[in-house]
């Protein structure tokens, strides 16, 4: 597989496109295949390719199989009587009655009594020429790296404050980890700019890695890569599959930690 840059049918702008057995996988039905084989799915269990829909996450069908779902926890909104002040000085009052509310309400929401939701913040941030995500902000992941050229994961000199984060995929449960796809590097599951969504809790059990798409660790240089595992030629080797570059076989890892979420910007 790789990488055919044609200019755009409808722009004329050079535009990138993921090329296997010179065919392309620009078009949704051959994206749709690529990720199929690879084991992803989108949430609403149609395979669509996220480059089509915006909104699609894709995740390994056994995240989408699991019975756990994820939970939405209450996260720590902007100061709503900031929020005020800063739109022209809007009192409560008033504030109420642009959301279809009542003071009382709107004085819990500032107090800490009503908890800030999702749902708050949507019905709250046009009043407030504000967005959503400006009020309240559910669970993160944080963005610790990466991935670049050969689908080697760069980690950021200072990964544990950056502060850098997404908001967590729906459906994931755990600890998570997260890094930035760079280039071409991923095409065509995963763009630039897209999340890679993995565990923080890596693992040596090849039990849990064989067949699925991992951020692993060579042992011999420890380089980190995102490939799929599969089981190598000899006891504790493992060959190191890509999508548009040549396998690396029989290495031994240090670890892997499986892709929980593929994550579109």
Same mark, same amino acid.
């Given at each position: 597989?790789?990488?055919?840059?044609?200019? !755009?049918?409808?722009?004329?702008?050079?535009?990138?496109?993921?090329?296997?057995?010179?065919?392309?996988?620009?078009?949704?039905?051959?994206?749709?295949?690529?990720?199929?084989?690879?084991?992803?799915?989108?949430?609403?269990?149609?395979?669509t390719?996220?480059?089509?829909?915006?909104?699609?996450?894709?995740?390994?069908?056994?995240?989408?199989?699991?019975?756990?779902?994820?939970?939405?926890?209450?996260?720590?909104?902007?100061?709503?009587?900031?929020?005020?002040?800063?739109?022209?000085?809007?009192?409560?009052?008033?504030?109420?009655?642009? /959301?279809?509310?009542?003071?009382?309400?709107?004085?819990?929401l500032?107090?800490?009594?009503? *908890?800030?939701?999702?749902?708050?913040?949507?019905?709250l941030a046009?009043?407030?020429?504000l967005?959503?995500?400006?009020?309240?902000?559910? *669970?993160? /992941?944080?963005?610790?790296?990466?991935?670049?050229?050969g689908?080697?994961?760069?980690?950021?000199?200072?990964?544990?404050?950056?502060?850098?984060?997404?908001?967590?995929?729906?459906?994931?449960?755990?600890?998570?980890?997260? #890094?930035?796809?760079?280039?071409?590097?991923?095409l065509?599951?995963?763009?630039?700019?897209?999340?890679?969504?993995?565990?923080?809790?890596?693992?040596?059990?090849e039990?849990? /890695?064989?067949?699925? #798409? !991992?951020?692993?660790?060579?042992?011999?240089?420890?380089?980190?890569?995102?490939?799929?595992?599969?089981?190598?030629?000899? *006891?504790?080797?493992?060959?190191?599959?890509?999508?548009?570059?040549?396998?690396?076989?029989?290495?031994?890892?240090?670890?892997?930690?499986?892709?929980?979420?593929i994550?579109?910007?």
């Open positions: 597989m790789g990488v055919l840059v044609t200019p !755009c049918p409808v722009t004329n702008a050079p535009c990138a496109e993921a090329v296997r057995g010179g065919e392309s996988f620009s078009r949704l039905a051959g994206a749709i295949e690529v990720i199929s084989e690879w084991g992803f799915a989108s949430h609403e269990r149609e395979c390719h996220a480059g089509y829909d915006t909104q699609a996450v894709l995740y390994p069908q056994q995240v989408l199989d699991a019975e756990a779902r994820w939970v939405q926890s209450s996260g720590m909104p902007m100061p709503l009587k900031d929020a005020r002040q800063r739109a022209g000085r809007i009192s409560q009052d008033k504030l109420a009655e642009m /959301v279809g509310s009542g003071r009382s309400t709107i004085v819990k500032e107090s800490g009594k009503l *908890p800030m939701t999702e749902e708050w913040a949507k019905r046009p009043a407030l020429n967005r959503p995500s400006d009020l309240y902000k559910g *669970p993160q /992941v944080r963005v610790i790296g990466y991935v670049g050229a689908q080697r994961v760069y980690a950021y000199d200072d990964m544990l404050y950056s502060g850098d984060t997404i908001d967590r995929p729906p459906m994931t449960s755990g600890d998570l980890l997260s #890094v930035e796809v760079k280039g071409d590097s991923m065509p599951l995963a763009e630039e700019g897209w999340h890679i969504v993995y565990t923080a809790g890596a693992t040596v059990d039990n849990e /890695v064989i067949g699925r #798409v !991992c951020v692993v660790q060579m042992d011999e240089d420890g380089a980190m890569l995102v490939k799929r595992v599969i089981r190598g030629t000899k *006891p504790y080797h493992y060959h190191l599959v890509s999508m548009n570059a040549a396998a690396i076989e029989d290495v031994k890892l240090r670890w892997a930690a499986v892709v929980k979420a994550v579109p910007r």
